[in-house]
């Protein structure tokens, strides 16, 4: 037998999209609110900043409108959140679930505003937005044609339905997180007392 033949695990390594979009959003999301060296309020604030700006329907990035909002909140109020979570939040919305959160406001949006007789259908929803996407006229031109469905046409009933979303999923976002900074740290805490503890000489 070959030494230097790569040695074969005894178990398979699990793939797929769905094992990708868990890693992904365990190491871009979840990882980085455990190395953060903030107070577990200002890490969550940064989630909530997070989730309330992906939930906003807008052409020109979350990603771009969650560091302005750190821009301005740090500089004229004086609050202050953590802009990496508040960035990184905004990936809830991405390549992926764009469309089906796109038509969750889009309906809700509808409803609220009482148009119960013009609730388009999903499928032709994704249809026009993935069509619009994979337009061949160039990224600029996409985005241009994309915004211009997001705010001209659909855009009222988009607004209207992502309000409630964004506050609900902020509000929820805070909560969690902040209990789940809370309890991986105290966790820690105790966990590197008792690993002191069982370093001292006993007496």
């Known amino acids: 037998m070959r030494r230097d033949a790569p040695k074969r695990l005894p178990f398979r390594r699990p793939s797929g999209l769905w094992h990708r979009l868990a890693r992904l959003f365990r190491f871009r999301l979840i990882v980085p609110i455990l190395r953060s060296r903030h107070s577990p309020e200002h890490t969550a604030r940064g989630v909530m900043v997070g989730l309330i700006c992906a939930c906003l329907p807008s052409p020109i990035g979350q990603m771009g409108i969650a560091f302005a909002v750190w821009v301005v909140a740090r500089r004229l109020f004086k609050w202050d959140f953590s802009v990496i979570q508040g960035v990184a939040w905004t990936w809830l919305t991405n390549v992926f679930t764009a469309a089906p959160c796109y038509y969750t406001f889009f309906l809700t949006g509808q409803i609220l505003l009482g148009r119960w007789d013009d609730l388009g259908g999903y499928d032709s929803f994704v249809q026009t937005f993935t069509t619009t ?71």
Not at 158 to 165: C, K, R, T
Not at 181 to 186: C, G, K, N
């Open 133 to 203: 996407m994979s337009s061949e006229t160039g990224f600029l031109e996409a985005l241009a044609a994309v915004g211009k469905l997001v705010v001209l046409e659909w855009g009222l009933a988009m607004w209207v339905g992502a309000i409630p979303w964004a506050a609900v999923l902020g509000w929820v976002g805070y909560r969690v997180s902040l209990r789940f900074v809370i309890a991986y740290r105290l966790a820690r805490a105790k966990r590197l007392a008792k690993r002191f503890a069982g370093q001292q000489p006993s007496m």
